[in-house]
């Protein structure tokens, strides 16, 4: 097998998953076509997908890979994470273990301190650090790894955190690779497909880290990809057989400004194509407009996830929603009248739940289900 100069691996962390079969993580496939662009030799393996873990491991660790990328999809550092490195480290892997992802970027410091066979975690968006660490490694600039900006690690029993790197815009990012289309002979039936057009959230909800994740790159704390590269992703999909995916995107229509446009040129060039699609999205509450919806239904969309969270106006200001109760049955309303399937997001127990509140919440949302 052909040498590899870097592997990410999704170890399983599934016990409290929505979905019976594992989502593309499209974070792995985002840094992996980064990095090939910038000609690093890169493989993407999902425990999940694997006959035999050990074989997987023994073939990557037989590429001799500069570093080993653990995804962490939890928000707390998952105990298979860790035997996962453990096994990587016992069969003799001596490169670096480098963790990220949402949650490891925000409890870097309780990964370093309770696995000491992770070297680095990557905070926030890892194309930059990764790139970073691979050019050093093959200069064999070994020390100067420890200067590289939003990297995490352990110095002489202390979590030292180097700067953010900020420098890093998705507009003009490239299609996620996917090579494990070719590697996992069923992934068709056993993955469930995803596409990401757009990142961040203007929200502020208390309960929600996607702000605190992206603030601190820019200002503009949501961002759209190119609607041609979508567009061109669907097709590769569609190319391959993957009829139905989820858009991942937190508010899939975003901030305010140019939203109609965005969503008619996305229509529009989705209707060129003339394929038969079905996907789902999420968003807010204020953010339905029941135009958009019928564009976007005849062209697929079949399924909303949409935030409500309570139906107390308590509540709603407790954790900052910025939405009223009057904009979340309106926006049910708009999406059941025109037969879109529709799962709320809703926040029955909290560290504040009230009896009152229960009964508030119910007496509300019964009749709208
Ligand atoms: C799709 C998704 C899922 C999928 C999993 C998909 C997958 N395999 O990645 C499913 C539905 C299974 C899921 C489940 C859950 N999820 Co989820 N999920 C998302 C979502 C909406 C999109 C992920 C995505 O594709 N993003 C786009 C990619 C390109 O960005 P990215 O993942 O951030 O990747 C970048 C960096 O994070 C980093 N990176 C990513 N992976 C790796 C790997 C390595 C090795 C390195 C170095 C770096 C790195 O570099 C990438 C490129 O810049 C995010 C929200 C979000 N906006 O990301 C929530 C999110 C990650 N999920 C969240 C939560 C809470 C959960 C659940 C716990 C929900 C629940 N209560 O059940 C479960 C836990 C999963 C489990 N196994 O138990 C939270 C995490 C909060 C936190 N602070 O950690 C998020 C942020 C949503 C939120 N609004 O708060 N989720
Ligand atoms: S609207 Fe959704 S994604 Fe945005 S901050 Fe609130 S909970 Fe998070």
Redesign the pocket.
């Known amino acids: 097998m052909n040498s590899i100069d870097i592997a ?1 691996i ?1 170890p399983k ?7 019976d079969k ?10 992996s076509s980064f990095l090939k662009n910038e000609g690093f030799k890169t493989d993407i393996v999902y425990e999940e997908l694997e006959k035999d873990l050990d074989v997987a491991l023994d073939q990557i660790i037989s590429r001799k890979p500069l570093v080993i ?7 707390y550092y998952h105990i298979n994470i860790k035997q996962v490195a453990k096994k990587i480290r016992r069969k003799g892997y001596n490169g670096y273990i ?9 409890f870097a410091d309780t990964i370093l301190e309770n696995d000491h066979n992770i070297d680095f975690v ?1 905070v ?4 930059l650090p ?1 790139k970073e660490i691979l050019v050093l490694c093959k200069k064999g600039r070994h020390s100067e790894i420890f200067n590289i900006d939003s990297l995490a690690y352990r110095k002489n029993n202390t979590i030292k955190h180097n700067p953010i790197n900020k420098s ?1 815009s998705i507009k003009k990012t490239p299609m ?1 690779d996917r090579c494990y289309l070719k590697k996992y002979d069923d992934v068709y039936e056993k993955m469930i497909f ?1 596409i ?1 057009a757009s ?1 961040g959230c203007f929200g502020k909800c208390k309960f ?3 702000g605190n ?1 992206y603030r601190i790159y820019s200002n503009q704390i949501w961002e759209h990809r190119d609607i041609n590269m979508i567009i061109d992703e669907v097709v590769f999909l569609y190319n391959q057989n993957i009829r139905n995916f989820i858009f ?3 508010e899939f229509f975003g901030n305010k400004d140019n939203t109609e446009l965005r969503i008619d040129e996305l229509c529009s060039k989705l209707k060129e194509k003339n394929m038969n699609i079905s996907f789902a999205i ?1 968003c807010r509450v204020d953010s339905i407009n029941k135009n958009m919806l019928l564009k976007l239904k005849k062209v697929g969309l079949n399924h909303i996830f949409l935030g409500v969270e309570f139906f107390t106006k308590e509540e709603l200001q407790l954790y900052n929603k910025q939405t009223t109760i009057i904009d979340s049955v309106q926006a049910i309303k708009t999406i059941k009248s025109i037969g879109l399937s529709l799962q709320c997001g809703f926040i029955m127990f909290h560290p504040y739940t009230s009896l009152i509140n229960i009964k508030k919440n119910l007496e509300m949302s019964m009749p709208l289900t």
């Open positions: 990410l999704q962390q599934n016990e409290n998953a929505t979905f594992p989502i593309e993580n499209l974070g792995m496939g985002f840094l990328g653990l995804a962490v999809i939890t928000y480098v963790v990220g992802g949402h949650g490891a970027s925000f990557a926030g968006l890892a194309e990764l890093l996620p995803a990401s990142r929600c880290s996607i994740f991942v995107d937190d999420s």
